[in-house]
């Protein structure tokens, strides 16, 4: 069963914007802070940017200023709005819901950054 479903991601030219979004089931309860993170091809799984029920933010060194987090609890869903984009930005995108008690990870959406 998914838990967590991403959109929004796609090819995109330098310097343009796209948002993921990800909206969490309403089976999982309680979740407290929801995140974005990246895979790059060769390279470590990276937080990107995190949001907590309370709306605080915290981004990434290379994503900051760039990137917004944002977050809809009525509708368990969270947003990644990606301004400027870099080829250094292509990667793997995948949502992350966490609770008290357990970690859900969303299935990943493709960015690509090429002219």
């Known amino acids: 069963q998914v838990l967590l479903v991403e959109s929004g991601g796609g090819l995109v030219q330098p310097g343009g914007s796209l948002r993921l979004s990800c909206a969490a089931s309403?089976?999982?309860?309680?979740?407290?802070?929801m995140g974005w993170y990246r895979r790059a091809p060769g390279k470590q799984r990276e937080l990107v940017a995190n949001?907590?029920?309370?709306?605080?933010?915290n981004y990434a060194d290379s994503v900051q200023g760039r990137f917004t987090i944002s977050r809809d609890n009525a509708k368990n869903t969270v947003y990644l709005q990606m301004n400027s984009r870099r080829p250094e930005d292509t990667a793997g995108y995948l949502c992350?819901?966490?609770?008290?008690?357990?970690?859900?990870w969303g299935q990943g959406t493709q960015v690509t950054v090429s002219s």
């Open positions: 949001i907590t029920n309370g709306a605080n933010a």
């Open positions: 309403r089976i999982i309860f309680g979740i407290d802070s």
């Open positions: 992350k819901a966490n609770t008290l008690l357990a970690h859900y």
